[in-house]
């Protein structure tokens, strides 16, 4: 292992596509809901219609084009927006909270919770997310994710690729950005994370969008693993 | 079980003398420490002096006395005084560090760990302390203690009890007040707490000053407890 890998002490997780399968969840609520109201739909389509209109709303929210709101908001105002596209309409507003709520208790992926296991004998675990405290911390116990510490985007009202997020993992935890290491399946978290010194361990997901394809970083990351027992291998918990 | 408490989800725990015994685990570091000086000392008078300075410290914080620092700082600061006090000069700064350090890895009290455990299953279990972040994550890795989420004052940069440190409980957990509850062995946390709309449950910890005495609120707790496992009895865990 590298000098500079040895002296990694904090592991932050991306959790949306990197720790939990969303359109796996998203789907599987999606099919429970839709014959409660004689409604036919292509749960992929709409579930990836609805993750798309993530990164608008969350921009608009950096931007200051919108207020500050924790992303349940954000999820329910993209569904919306879904619901009209997709002539969803006969969804009630218990279906469209149940769904905003399937966001809290999305399934890891297969590898994750033993992934995690074997990664917080040697690290300090945190979660470094989007989602708001309140989703997070369901989520982690819902699937029983072993964290450390559970950290949002929240705690300052911004979301990532927001410096001042990434920031919150070694002034919180009180290590150098150096001894920290952002593991993410999406390269534009891993080089904003890596702007404000962090490590990066990009993980391979190829299922995320259900495609088997996977973008990987056009820059260097400190590790590419292909789950998250590959990458305890690598860093040697 | 009263209307009142049946709509509590979120167990908001107060860390030093609650779930874990401050004055062991600081004895316990100054007996292993001692011998290697060649120093005699009453480890029982020592830790209760230092932690005599931890209530005065905060104070000055919250009321702008001294800039907002995380408590280790002020550990090290009250033990600079203690050292005087004492005559303990042959402590070097590598000890006095150790020292600061005990604080990160306190041992819990004998029923804290099964308590926590059965009240998991019922409730979402916070930390609402004083202690830093990394502090509070590095005490309940060494402990194992089953919290789902650490929430420390550090978060609004305040100490107990500012107001703000327990609007944290609800607000980050996305519950109103009533539904939250302060756990601790402070009446002046409890009340403090009820004042934000907290409920609130009092443990007996007698052995926090190796005393066997314990002082009890003079105002009216939900719930008073031996401990958390009649804790967790009283609220149907």
């Not at 004689?38 to 207020?67: H, I």
């Not at 819902?142 to 950290?151: E, H, R, V």
């Not at 290590?175 to 080089?191: C, K």
Request: proline share 6%.
């Amino acid at each position: 292992m590298p000098a500079t890998l040895r002296q990694v002490q904090v592991l932050a997780f991306d959790v949306f596509g990197t720790v939990v399968d969303w359109r796996g969840g998203i789907i599987a609520e999606l099919t429970a809901i839709a014959p409660e109201r004689d409604l036919s739909l292509d749960a992929g389509a709409v579930a990836d219609a609805w993750r798309k209109r993530y990164q608008p709303f969350l921009d608009r929210v950096r931007q200051g084009e919108l207020p500050w709101q924790v992303l349940d908001e954000l999820h329910r105002a993209g569904l919306d927006e879904v619901v009209r596209e997709f002539g969803l309409e006969r969804l009630t507003e218990a279906d469209l909270h149940r769904l905003v709520l399937a966001w809290h208790h999305l399934p890891p992926w297969p590898d994750a919770i033993a992934g995690l296991v074997r990664l917080r004998s040697r690290f300090v675990l945190a979660t470094l997310s989007n989602g708001g405290m309140a989703l997070l911390v369901n989520l982690a116990r819902a699937a029983g994710l072993p964290f450390d510490c559970i950290l949002s985007t929240e705690l300052v009202k911004s979301y990532k690729p927001d410096p001042r997020t990434y920031q919150l993992v070694p002034s919180l935890l009180a290590v150098r950005p150096e001894q920290t290491m952002m593991v993410a399946a999406h390269p534009y978290d891993l080089s904003a994370a890596a702007a404000q010194g962090m490590r990066t361990a990009f993980v391979r997901r190829p299922q995320e969008w259900g495609t088997g394809n996977v973008e990987g970083p056009d820059f260097s990351v400190d590790v590419e693993a292909d789950d998250f027992l590959d990458l305890a291998a690598q860093l040697g918990a």
